[in-house]
C-alpha cells in the first residue's frame, strides 16, 4: 500500500492528474482491506482530494506564530499543525 503511495508521490512531480488517481487507488484499497496508512504517509496527502502534498507544486506551508499551516492548492483545503506540541501529536 504505501508502495502506491510512494508512486504517486513521484508521480505528482510530472502528472499530478494520475498521481492523484493512483494516491486515490491507494486509500480506497486500504480503507477495503482495513490495512492502515502510517501516519507520516498519510500526512503527505490531502485529505480531502488525496493529491499527493508537493511542497511549491501542490501545497504550500506557512508557518504563523507556532503553527505550521498546509495548504492544498489543489482543493483548497488546510491543516493546521501545532508546532509547540510536536508535529507529530498534532494529527486529529
Ligand atoms: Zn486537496
Known amino acids: 500500500m504505501t508502495e502506491l503511495l510512494s508512486l504517486a508521490e513521484i508521480l505528482a512531480k510530472n502528472d499530478p492528474e494520475t498521481a492523484k488517481e493512483v494516491a ?3 486509500f480506497i484499497t486500504s480503507r477495503k482491506l482495513r ?5 507520516n504517509v498519510k500526512r503527505r496527502f490531502c ?5 499527493p502534498l508537493i511542497p511549491g ?3 504550500r506551508i506557512r508557518i504563523k506564530r507556532k503553527t505550521l499551516v ?3 492548492l489543489t482543493c483548497g483545503w488546510i ?6 506540541r510536536g508535529v507529530n501529536k498534532g494529527e486529529n
Do not use: G, Q
Not at 490495512?35 to 501516519?39: H, K
Open 47 to 51: 485529505r480531502r482530494c488525496h493529491v
Open 70 to 72: 498546509v495548504t492544498c
Open 35 to 39: 490495512v492502515r496508512i502510517p501516519r
Open 24 to 26: 486515490e487507488l491507494a
Open 79 to 84: 491543516r493546521r499543525y501545532e508546532l509547540s
Open 57 to 59: 507544486v501542490t501545497m
